[in-house]
C-alpha cells in the first residue's frame, strides 16, 4: 500500500522561502512520476511542478523561476522548494505519486503566506 507523506509547510511571510517535502513508502519510488498539487480555499486543485521517473520537470507558469521540484530516489522523497512567496502562494499542497493508471495522493500540507 503507497503512503504519501508531507511535511514543510507553515507561516511564512511575503518574500520568504519554504521547502516541502514528501516521502513515499510501499512503491518502487524510482519508477514513479511525481508531482506537487496545490489548492486554495474555493479553488480547484491545480499542479504546481512535476517530476517524471527519468527526471524531467515541468512546472505552472506561476512557478516557474520561483519553485523547483526535485526528488531523491534513494531516500524516496520528492520536494518542492519554493522561493520569493506571495500571499496568493496560501493553500493546501498535496504531493500526488503517478504510475500508468494508478494515482495516490498525500493528506497535504499547509502553508500561508502573510504578514
Known amino acids: 500500500q503507497v503512503q504519501l507523506v508531507e511535511s514543510g509547510g507553515g507561516l511564512v511571510q511575503p518574500g520568504g522561502s519554504l521547502r516541502l517535502s514528501c516521502a513515499a513508502s510501499g512503491t518502487i519510488f524510482s519508477i514513479n512520476d511525481m508531482g506537487w498539487y496545490r489548492q486554495a480555499p474555493g479553488k480547484m486543485r491545480e499542479l504546481v511542478a512535476a517530476i517524471t521517473s527519468s527526471g524531467s520537470t515541468a512546472y505552472a507558469e506561476y512557478a516557474k523561476g520561483r519553485f523547483t521540484i526535485s526528488r531523491d530516489n534513494a531516500k524516496k522523497t520528492v520536494d518542492l522548494q519554493m522561493n520569493s512567496l506571495k500571499p496568493e502562494d496560501t493553500a493546501v499542497y498535496y504531493c500526488?505519486?503517478?504510475?500508468?493508471?494508478?494515482?495516490?495522493w498525500g493528506q497535504g500540507t499547509q502553508v500561508t503566506v502573510s504578514s
Open positions: 500526488n505519486l503517478k504510475f500508468r493508471a494508478y494515482s495516490s
